[in-house]
């Protein structure tokens, strides 16, 4: 029995399991930034007895601890090599801190990496080999999959498709700064919405969908749906940059499968994979034409800490 | 005892060895691109005695033959998918046609994979995991080596790097159609003088490296040795989308090493590799920089011959 732990950008999440791809028991919450690393511990500590009481299970049977953070790791001396999200955690020591914490042996990986090792063990990728994952959220994550192994480069990471640089035309105002993950990550969407009402265009369909509230990518997807035409142009722009990015992965890895999950992937078949599917068809090279399959991810909200579990399994599972 | 044969665009190499890095005998022809596998058979039926001959061997010794093939193959079938320089090759069962031609079993691959593997067994890349290799010549080709075995994706290919897109500002006036090796081969090199020439450009200097010659890309080389501005600035744009797909490369993959060879590489260090490194590093992904080393390759005009002998002692040493 492993405990996974997801420690992401903004959710903080804990789940009982054998690493099989079954939950026992699962704890989420939000990672309140301010806390940072101290306001995590108070979370875990408290978490940890509940999930086993829910559970019904001693501390006793728990043999180590997985975890999928949100940012670098490093594989050699499992640490985190740098934080966006939480402070004082730039060259943290992950690993060590958890085991001194729960007193017991801690690995930790990048989040998108045990996801999609869980998605190659558990999900759209079952079986399959080489596999490419995708997170498409609040910013893009990849995975790469080699017989159900984590590709990690020289062991600081690797697959990170959201810092590709997408082409002309849609490059052609930017300069070099801008990556995927400015034209297709949820707040690239986002930040496209406000970029269009700043510039005069017509936002009442995005405004409405928005009620109130501030326009993100789920309203702009929200907007699409309902035929905004502005937001389906913006829609389009993101689906056009990651097919670039799939583009390149193809011509790089001609994996098997792509697998496309988070936030934005849930836009649906529709506005998102088939036109997805079209244009990396249209753009792709030829030689590799119909070789790798796109699909949608299918594990869904919990799909870090099942790779938590299974890399827990594998790594400590003896 | 294995004889390894290169298949490129344009030339014909085959040599005698065990698969280790030495070369006992070697014969080197050109490919009779007319001629097409029918002259191809009467080089390789011709040059096998002699080759024989030379290193004092018994053809009874010999146990198999390795082929790297200049287009893509098809691992399962051991079949030539393509091939743009050999008519009559589309789907061309090449392993099996060799199997009947010389009484030996046959595996083959494509060139750039071998030479990626030769590379990573006794050149630039000895005993490091992963390792990129790309060749610059007439096209762009490439190879990942992990763990010293060739990564195939789906088994029909892979790390198509001169196949990816560059970037604004290259990509401005370009729309989908480049590819790095518009910018970066040889034939790129020479397409970009010439339209400087069409240009009105002041191609004074290109023309006196050219002598009475066409504007190559060893012309262009050549005279931006002499200082010639022009040809200075046709190769800084080579470099620069060279630069582009290795960022893309280490993002994506972050090998141990990237390693360039073929004969744009022989430039050589201050007009080629000095900048190609500024460039890379300038605009690479920041968690990863200066994880990956980019150098010369080692073993020169052989590559592929080595990599040939070596992917047959791999897959027919037994």
């Given at each position: ?33 301010a ?20 559970a ?77 994952y ?20 020289v ?91 799939i ?41 590799f ?30």
């Open positions: 029995m492993f405990l996974g732990v997801e420690i992401g950008g903004t959710k903080l999440q804990l789940g009982l399991g054998r690493g099989d791809g079954q939950l026992l028991a699962l704890w989420r919450g939000a990672v309140d930034a806390a940072g690393g101290e306001g995590i511990r108070r979370q875990i500590v408290a978490a940890v007895p509940e999930l086993l009481a829910k019904g299970i001693d501390r006793g049977q728990l043999r180590g601890v997985g975890v999928g953070f949100g940012g670098p790791t490093d594989d050699a001396t499992q640490t985190v090599i740098k934080s966006h999200h939480i402070a004082g955690w730039h060259g943290f020591p992950l690993a060590a801190w958890l085991t001194e914490l729960l007193g017991l042996p801690t690995v930790i990986c990048n989040d998108a990496d045990v996801a999609g090792l869980a998605e190659v063990l558990f999900g759209a990728g079952k079986g399959l080999s080489p596999v490419f995708i997170t498409v959220g609040t910013g893009i994550g990849g995975g790469l999959i080699i017989g159900g192994e984590i590709y990690r480069g062991g600081k990471g690797a697959a990170e498709i959201g810092h590709l640089r997408p082409v002309y035309p849609l490059s052609r105002d930017s300069g070099h700064g801008e990556i995927l993950e400015y034209f297709a990550a949820g707040w690239g969407i986002a930040r496209a919405a406000q970029e269009r009402e700043r510039s005069g265009a017509d936002t009442a369909g995005l405004r409405r969908a928005a009620a109130d509230g501030p326009i993100t990518g789920k309203v702009v997807a929200e907007a699409a749906r309902q035929g905004d035409v502005v937001a389906l142009g913006i829609l389009d722009e993101a689906v056009q940059a990651l097919a670039e990015g583009c390149s992965v193809v011509k790089l890895l001609c994996p098997r499968r792509v697998i496309v999950g988070g936030g934005v992937s849930l836009i649906g078949e529709e506005l998102f994979f088939r036109p997805l599917r079209r244009y990396v068809a249209e753009r792709g090279m030829e030689a034409a119909g070789l790798t399959e796109i699909v949608p991810a299918a594990l869904g909200e919990e799909v870090v800490v099942h790779g938590a579990l299974a890399l827990a399994r594998k790594k400590l599972g003896g």
